[in-house]
């Protein structure tokens, strides 16, 4: 397959911007009816008080910090592949670091609303902020809640400047084919954009310092959501293994994510010539690796844990084992481990639908993941008297799942106003160096003919 | 504004327009380049290369380390909290509150620096032609010198598939 001209590209690439179907607006008003669901039900609960809800000691965490760690996990498909494959100057990138980048934004987000969802008097969640009060009172800087605040701010602020920074160009472009207010404002957004020598090194050489800068603020996230739970005595949470074992588990879902996305794109904006099966087969394997380590981190954590032998560990094992919270455990592992290596491992498998069912599986079970390290050992700590069940209730329900349907607005928005692939980088690739410094030929041909 | 422009179907054509603009006199200060894409394949693609970005985002880096380093301190030390005689400001957590402002300062320096040196439109620098959306290069001259123009119209209308404009 060749590579499409230029003009084919901004055809192509600006068609959902400026042709509108119905399919649009019904998404919109079922995705935007679902939110709306999400919200009120979250004003009831701030207006009713905590009671309406399953949290109830000793579990304090339930439904919203497993969704906001599973948001925060998702946030880790974008950016972060997106700086490492930019980095590496992987020549199949281009049509994927923006749908990618995308996720990120609005994952950070949507993972940012719950602590505040979580708490009890979410108009005070400004106290999280170190300002010069007159309750003289700071934040705790010895808190792992406040190291999220830096963290997730920091990532998102990142985050989001990573994903509008190649966008700059893009909106150039809308805005010459616009006419009227549509123009005022994408020539607003393009920031006076033309086009010269100086101003594409600037921005490459922007993106590379963004590059470098995100990928370890990106490790560290989640490294210190993990901390969340690390840093606190209850029983198989205080352990060494936590770090790394979320950030592979937040790449791993992240990329599930991107690849359903990336189908859903590729299907609804007819988008076959741009996002090849080449893609799907390159980030499948990655998922693969990726469900590779997560088995082993598994592994690692449940055999220290039967060989350490502490009874209240001991406890929390036998429930995820073959206790109460055995079926999802072996849900669990079933959707993150066995399907992808059936449906990535064994190549005739590794088609589109084929990724994208094992990548639904990843998600489904990566959830269930952050619930079962959650929930099971709040649930069973050290003595008697802090042993206790928890039940979701619907309000928790409908909130966690409105957030999926929050992700789904926001992508579709996005999708409608911005460019979902980056133009300029696709007709880049007809304009490569004879002999670029960073690529080899066959990525420089990737690049090229995107096969 | 007055400017004389090219707009060129490829690269070759506009790295000729180039040439015949510098063997004709110009520096590379006042010729102007545009393009839909990054054009690493031209040498005028390498005009203003040079940047100081790395070392401003080093130094943006370093100004949010201190700005972390001075909120976590003063903070802990403004209100002193014995906790168990464990040390009133303690390195290990505070790292990771550094770590982060550090990289956030680095991130908006870098942003910033792009706003400022490349986004920000200066005086005399506002041509263009939305044609170079559809993939033609501008190649020009902005505010040429009186009595110059036909030499220009004359040197950017010699390569192959020019189309000359004058404004």
New interface residues.
């Given amino acids: 397959m060749t590579q499409p001209?230029?003009?084919k590209i901004?055809d192509d690439l600006l068609r959902p911007l400026f042709h509108t179907s119905w399919r649009f607006f019904l998404l919109v008003a079922v995705f935007g009816g679902i939110v709306a669901l999400g919200l009120s039900t979250w004003m009831w609960q701030a207006r009713n008080g905590y009671g309406i809800t399953g949290i109830k000691w000793p579990v304090y965490w339930g439904f919203y910090i497993t969704s906001f760690v599973f948001w925060i996990g998702i946030s880790h498909a974008g950016t972060l592949i997106s700086a490492i494959l930019r980095l590496v100057n992987a020549g199949w990138r281009r049509p994927v670091t923006r749908c990618a980048e995308a996720i990120t934004g609005f994952a950070l987000m949507i993972g940012a609303t719950f602590p505040i969802i979580h708490l009890g008097r979410p108009w005070l969640a400004f106290w999280l902020a170190?300002y010069p009060s007159d309750r003289?009172?700071?934040?705790n800087?010895?808190s792992p809640l406040?190291?999220d605040f830096?963290?997730i701010?920091?990532y998102l602020?990142?985050s989001l400047?990573f994903l509008f920074?190649p966008i700059?160009?893009d909106f150039?472009?809308v805005r010459?084919?616009s006419t009227g207010l549509r123009r005022k404002i994408y020539g607003a957004l393009a920031?006076?954009?033309?086009?010269?020598?100086?101003?594409?090194?600037?921005?490459?050489?922007?993106m590379q310092?963004?590059a470098v800068?995100?990928i370890?603020?990106a490790v560290?996230v989640h490294t210190?959501v993990s901390f969340d739970f690390s840093m606190a005595p209850v029983p198989t949470w205080n352990t060494t293994i936590f770090g790394p074992y979320f950030v592979a588990g937040a790449i791993f879902s992240g990329i599930a994510g991107l690849l359903i996305a990336m189908a859903l794109l590729r299907k609804f904006l007819r988008l076959e010539e741009y996002l090849l099966p080449l893609h799907f087969d390159n980030l499948g394997k990655l998922l693969l690796v990726m469900a590779l380590l997560w088995g082993y981190f598994v592994f690692n954590e449940r055999l220290v844990t039967y060989y350490g032998n502490e009874p209240a560990h001991m406890a929390v094992f036998w429930r995820t084992q073959s206790g109460t919270f055995a079926p999802l455990y072996w849900t669990m592992v079933t959707c993150n481990f066995v399907l992808p290596l059936i449906l990535l491992g064994i190549r005739r498998f590794r088609t589109i639908t084929g990724c994208v069912i094992a990548s639904i599986g990843i998600v489904i079970g990566m959830w269930l993941e952050r619930f079962l390290i959650i929930v099971p050992a709040l649930g069973h700590k050290y003595l008697p008297y802090s042993f206790g069940i928890y039940r979701p209730t619907p309000p928790e329900i409908i909130i966690a799942s409105a957030t999926f349907g929050a992700m789904c607005l926001l992508y579709v928005l996005f999708a409608k106003t911005v460019p979902i692939i980056s133009m300029?980088?696709l007709?880049?690739a007809?304009?490569?160096?004879?002999k670029?410094p960073h690529s080899t030929a066959k990525e420089q041909r990737l690049g090229d003919s995107h096969a | 504004m007055r400017a004389v422009y090219g707009l060129y179907p490829n690269g070759d054509s506009a790295q000729q327009a180039v040439n015949r603009l510098r063997a004709a006199g110009l520096a590379d200060r006042e010729i102007t380049v545009i393009s839909a894409q990054p054009m690493e394949d031209c040498e005028f693609g390498e005009m203003d290369k040079a940047s100081w970005m790395w070392w401003i985002a080093c130094a943006g880096g370093l100004t949010g380390m201190s700005i972390a380093f001075g909120l976590s301190w003063v903070t802990a030390h403004s209100w002193p909290m014995n906790v168990g005689g464990l040390p009133t400001f303690a390195w290990w957590p505070n790292l990771i509150v550094i770590f982060e402002l550090t990289m956030l300062g680095s991130i908006l320096a870098t942003v910033g620096t792009l706003i400022v040196s490349a986004l920000l439109p200066r005086k005399g620098q506002t041509l263009y032609d939305p044609e170079v959306t559809d993939g033609q290069i501008l190649v020009g001259v902005e505010d040429p010198a009186e009595g110059s123009i036909p030499g220009l119209q004359a040197t950017l209308g010699a390569p192959p598939g020019a189309r000359v404009k004058t404004i």
Avoid at chain 1, 136 to 139: E, K, N, S
Avoid at chain 1, 191 to 206: C, D, F, I, S, V
Avoid at chain 1, 430 to 434: G, K, R, S, T
């Fill in positions: 001209s230029g003009s901004n170190p003289l009172i700071w934040p800087f010895r406040v190291w830096f963290a701010n920091t602020t990142g400047l920074l700059i160009p150039a472009v010459d084919k920031m006076g954009w033309r086009g010269t020598p100086k101003q594409w090194h600037r921005l490459e050489t922007a310092i963004m800068a995100i370890p603020v560290s210190i300029w980088e007709k880049a007809d304009h490569l160096p004879a670029h």
